[in-house]
């Protein structure tokens, strides 16, 4: 099957005209998922993308990796710096966790070298926020919403780059969103602090964080809980069916599906479906 492409320039105000025109079937994002193109990097692409450029990405999505999807938008420096890859209302390849439930959005940089404050990075740094920005809105979701590709926990990514701050992009998109950005996103290291605390005292790891609240996958966690239920996946990748031992079975919303397609879940969530109470204190969670 060949990639859906468009290959179609916009500036910010064809781009937010053109997101209106999407109609979803099938296929419903819920979120934004930032990359950098790594490679090509700012210097490798001085004025952008051209057409040859892009025709060059299609071929090697569609023929080389034999993809039948690719990244939604790349975005770099020119005026109308917004480029529709492939169709926004069919799913597409970008970051294997969340491709089912995302828009993939390509900045032109690699920025694990390359500066993302100042000169030309700056510049795709703006573009990308505003058009991360307007699918935000195009969506409904808040800006915390917005995942890197290194936000699940088995990648060993940087995506979009070291030099990219979570909290820094997040309120960003708030701003442009006109609402606060959220109180416990004022730093990486704040973001990151979760503990979860089990019953027998240990701490459950690893821990994600989704829109600023810890979650666990799904599975492991909940034998921790309660040993011997049955787990299953449903076609849409939305909900975990999971039959307690001696209970009704129950519907867990998934918030993410990491690498190798385990379901993570939001640790209230879990608890609450394992009749456990929850305590939390500042950023740790305990379960009794």
Request: overall charge positive; glycine content about 8%.
């Given at each position: ?116 404050h100042a000169g030309r990075g ?53 701003a442009l969103l006109q609402v ?106 305990r379960i009794g």
């Amino acid at each position: 099957m060949p990639v859906p492409y468009v290959g179609q320039r916009f500036d910010l105000a064809e781009f937010k005209e053109y997101l209106e025109t999407i109609q979803f079937s099938g296929f419903q994002p819920q979120f934004v998922t930032l990359h950098h193109t790594g490679a090509p990097s700012l210097a490798q692409r001085p004025t952008g993308f051209s057409e040859q450029h892009l025709k060059n990405l299609l071929h090697y999505y569609q023929n080389q990796l034999g993809w039948s999807g690719a990244p939604h938008l790349f975005v770099d420096d020119r005026a109308e710096g917004i480029i529709v890859f492939q169709r926004l209302d069919q799913v597409g390849v970008h970051a294997k966790s969340f491709n089912s439930k995302s828009w993939g959005v390509e900045m032109l940089g690699n920025y694990d070298v390359e500066n993302f404050h100042a000169g030309r990075g700056a510049k795709v740094r703006d573009c990308a926020m505003e058009a991360v920005a307007a699918m935000c809105r195009r969506l409904g979701v808040a800006a915390e919403t917005i995942r890197f590709h290194r936000d699940y926990p088995l990648t060993k990514k940087s995506c979009p780059g070291k030099k990219v701050s979570k909290p820094d992009v997040v309120a960003r998109v708030a701003a442009l969103l006109q609402v606060p950005p959220p109180p416990d996103m004022g730093s990486t290291e704040a973001w990151k602090a979760w503990k979860v605390v089990l019953p027998s005292g240990k701490s459950y790891v690893p821990v994600h964080v989704e829109g600023g609240r810890p979650i666990v996958a799904i599975r492991s966690f909940l034998n921790e809980l309660l040993p011997g239920g049955d787990f299953k996946l449903a076609p849409d990748h939305l909900t975990v069916r999971w039959s307690r031992p001696g209970g009704e079975p129950v519907d867990l919303p998934v918030a993410e599906l990491d690498a190798d397609g385990a379901s993570w879940a939001l640790v209230r969530d879990l608890a609450e479906a394992a009749n456990r109470t929850l305590q939390v204190q500042g950023r740790t969670v305990r379960i009794g």
